[in-house]
């Protein structure tokens, strides 16, 4: 389980011990409990949702192991358990990535666009501001990668060239080839992006806010006729989703099945012209998720880069306002 978990997440957790020891004990009891249907209230369940939400959402996907074992699918109280231990072996794990910011116009304007980097996008930390003659002097840099304003900057580290001004799709740029760095040095086989397990085809964009069974349907239904799913998935999701409401934040929602009725890895997105009740919100944007769990490698790859993308409220509005297919494929390239 800590394999499969930490994979999703893209972070090496499995050499955790206090993780390791939790999870022996938490699972010695929460099997037991779920076997014989003995609720335990997480009076923080809630909170958990909305603070850890992608982390709870990958402990979902462990509710095949707990049905083999205990004949049952966990609540989410007990996902919510599960969560916690998760998420605290996370916060142990250092994911940023050093850079060094070469600048030009000045000391000021240099100092203020690496404050608004770091304000903006959380996984970088800024541990320099360069000239391109103190970059040239300099026999070593501690760090991964520099970010620079100057036009044609070149250099052995890679370089991220942005504009002075730091606007939305510096940031979004950012955001991405940082991710793609960690996820690189973290392995280099869980290299993919998000968009290569869509195509324009499965696409429904600005439609009416139908019933969710009926949405579901017609995402299922796009699968099965590309051979992507079996017949079963369709049921299969709506079981899932009679356990517990699938919708994240940011008015989004992951519809998806645990049971292995997938042929192959493939996503459904469904934009809506208003949003509707999914359950436990309202939502406008619809992933329907088509994987098959037991091929933990695929997995890990399909979560850490679906979270990246869906867990950026700026990633989302953009997918919102987006004129075409095509800007949306791009969008999570």
Avoid at 5 to 18: E, F, K, M, P, Y
Avoid at 66 to 83: D, K, M, N, Q, V
Avoid at 85 to 93: D, E, K, P, S, Y
Avoid at 192 to 212: I, V
């Amino acid at each position: 389980m800590i394999s499969h978990v930490s994979g999703s997440a893209g972070l090496d957790l499995t050499s955790d011990q206090a993780l390791g020891e939790s999870m022996e004990r938490f699972l010695n009891h929460s099997l037991v409990r779920t076997k014989f249907r003995l609720l335990i209230r997480n009076p923080f369940l809630d909170d958990i949702k909305r603070t850890y939400y992608s982390v709870f959402t990958t402990c979902y996907s462990l509710g095949k192991l707990y049905r083999e074992y205990a004949g049952i699918l966990p609540s989410e109280h007990e996902i919510a358990f599960l969560t916690l231990l998760v998420g605290g072996a996370m916060v142990r794990v250092d994911k940023r990535v050093k850079a060094v910011f070469v600048g030009a116009g000045g000391l000021l304007n240099a100092r203020l666009a690496a404050e608004r980097i770091e304000r903006m996008v959380s996984d970088v930390q800024i541990g320099g501001i360069l000239s391109t003659d103190e970059i040239r002097r300099a026999p070593r840099l501690d760090c991964d990668i520099l970010i620079t304003t100057l036009p044609g900057f070149q250099h052995r580290l890679p370089v991220i060239s942005i504009t002075p001004l730091v606007g939305e799709r510096d940031v979004i740029k950012l955001k991405r080839e940082i991710n793609a760095l960690f996820t690189k040095k973290q392995s280099p086989a869980m290299l993919c992006t998000l968009a290569d397990y869509m195509k324009p085809s499965f696409m429904l964009l600005d439609e009416e806010p139908d019933s969710k069974e009926s949405l579901i349907r017609r995402a299922c239904s796009l699968l099965e006729q590309g051979g992507y799913v079996n017949g079963e998935y369709y049921k299969e999701v709506l079981h899932r989703e009679a356990v517990s409401s699938t919708e994240i934040n940011y008015g989004v929602a992951i519809p998806h099945g645990i049971e292995n009725h997938v042929l192959k890895p493939a996503v459904v997105l469904i934009r809506l012209k208003q949003k509707m009740d999914w359950g436990n919100g309202p939502v406008d944007i619809i992933f329907l998720l088509a994987l098959n769990f037991d091929e933990i490698a695929l997995t890990r790859r399909f979560f850490k880069v679906f979270y990246e993308k869906v867990g950026d409220r700026e990633t989302v509005e953009q997918i919102r306002r987006a004129a075409s297919k095509e800007n949306i494929l791009e969008l999570l390239q």
